[in-house]
């Protein structure tokens, strides 16, 4: 009878996410906030339907790590190696603003904590929630304007790449002193150590299968294997050096993004993820949201999170791009462009939750930030934009 229980819930799930991911579609809103608010309509908050279980659970990690080794294999590494000093400084102050201003935000509103508490950690956490932009919005709106290719529109393409890589990083950190039988040398050991296993296991891999996929274009057994190393990486990177699942799964899409059949890779995946897993993923996050413990703190702590967010980034990012002699409209551009958040914020409160460092009450918050950035970046885009246009970038610049 379980067995059939399982059916009818996976059913539901999948049915709903999607009707509802058009929904919001429709309304020029991300499929992810619909996917969510399924979960919210279906889970205990509302009707009921589906109780998140440990079957749930599972399958929706297994969907976290295929988004992430898919946002690997789409990692552009020339455009990287292009975007040069500029971004890499612009993601790098945009990572610390919104980690410093999301920690003091929660100290400033539940106390301040002494370092090292279980207080002063679970500041940092939320902290690092607001790190990680979301930048598939923006592309959308900068390609629809015709200014994707523009100075600043490659400026935030190649910033918000290098800002995700940042984020997991400040992410396996955090999760690594989480262990109270950590310290800060240990966990910096054990990330230098799979960095360079991942060196020295990327650099083989990547030559075999640039041998096999020659040898071999468009076969089945490319994505296959290449599903293998992810999940491998993933396992290799919790079990053995305590660092997230999700920060090797987005390592085996980093070696595998400039092998030929790459956009093959990440297409056959997505079939799974798209269909699947990653439905169980974002449906998950609405079952497991409680508006039960949401009190006047709580609603009080969500608009200054929202707020906080939206503006650490737009600082962070605006200002230090001034310094790389763009004007005031272009940095103000830039921060924008960098304000949506999406898939890592959320999972990165997944994994707090799953840790017990914060409690599903705090999904409130972050959805209310996914909702609004996704709906006042582009807004914002567009009128900067056609108050103050910009030169288009030709292919070859």
């Known amino acids: 009878m379980e067995t059939y229980a399982i059916l009818r819930d996976l059913a539901v799930i999948v049915i709903c996410a999607k009707a509802f991911g058009l929904l919001a579609r429709r ?12 979960g919210l309509v279906i889970g205990p908050c509302l ?7 440990d079957f749930i659970n599972k399958m929706a990690e297994i ?26 400084i612009i993601a790098c102050v945009g990572v610390f603003v919104p980690l410093v201003g999301g920690s003091l935000l929660y100290m400033g509103i ?49 910033a918000a790449i290098i800002d995700d890589i940042i984020g997991i990083i ?28 991942s060196v020295i296991v990327g650099f083989i891999f990547y030559k075999l299968f640039k041998y096999y996929d020659d040898k071999h274009v468009h076969t089945r057994r490319i994505p296959i294997i290449a599903i293998s190393l992810c999940f491998a990486m993933a396992y290799v990177a919790e079990r053995y050096f305590g660092i997230a699942d999700i920060t090797g ?37 609405g079952l497991k949201t409680d508006f039960s413990n949401v009190d006047t703190s ?7 999170f929202v707020i906080v967010a939206l503006l650490t980034k737009i600082i962070g990012c605006g200002l230090i791009s001034k310094c790389f002699k763009y004007s005031w409209a272009d940095s103000l551009k830039i921060g924008i ?8 914020a959320l999972i990165i409160t997944n994994k707090g939750l799953g840790l017990g460092i914060i409690d599903s009450s705090y999904f409130t918050a972050v959805i209310l930030l996914i909702i609004i950035s996704s709906i006042v970046t582009p807004l914002l885009l567009k009128y900067l934009f056609s108050k103050y246009p910009e030169k288009a970038l030709t292919e070859n610049t």
């Open 27 to 38: 309304c020029k809103a991300p499929m992810v906030v619909g996917e969510i608010i399924a």
């Open 47 to 53: 009707l009921n339907i589906v109780q998140p279980t």
């Open 63 to 88: 969907g976290v790590v295929l988004i992430m080794f898919s946002a690997g294999l789409e990692t552009n590494l020339q455009e990287l190696k292009k975007s040069g000093f500029a971004a890499l």
């Open 110 to 158: 539940y106390g301040f904590a002494s370092f090292g508490t279980d207080e002063f950690f679970k500041g940092v956490f939320i902290g690092s929630i607001m790190t990680a932009t979301s930048v598939g919005i923006t592309v959308e709106v900068l390609k629809e304007m015709g200014y994707l290719k523009s100075r600043v529109g490659q400026t935030i393409l190649s």
């Open 170 to 197: 400040v992410l396996t950190f955090v999760l690594g002193f989480k262990d109270p039988d950590s310290n800060a040398l240990l966990v910096s050991g054990k990330i230098v150590l799979f960095l360079i296993l």
């Open 249 to 285: 799964a987005y390592i085996a899409g980093i070696i595998l993004c400039n092998v030929r059949d790459a956009e093959y890779i990440d297409r056959k995946v997505s079939v799974n993820g798209y269909m699947f897993f990653a439905p169980m993923f974002f449906v998950g996050i």
């Open 298 to 304: 709580m609603i009080l702590f969500s608009v200054g």
């Open 337 to 344: 462009g960098m304000m949506t958040r999406g898939e890592v």
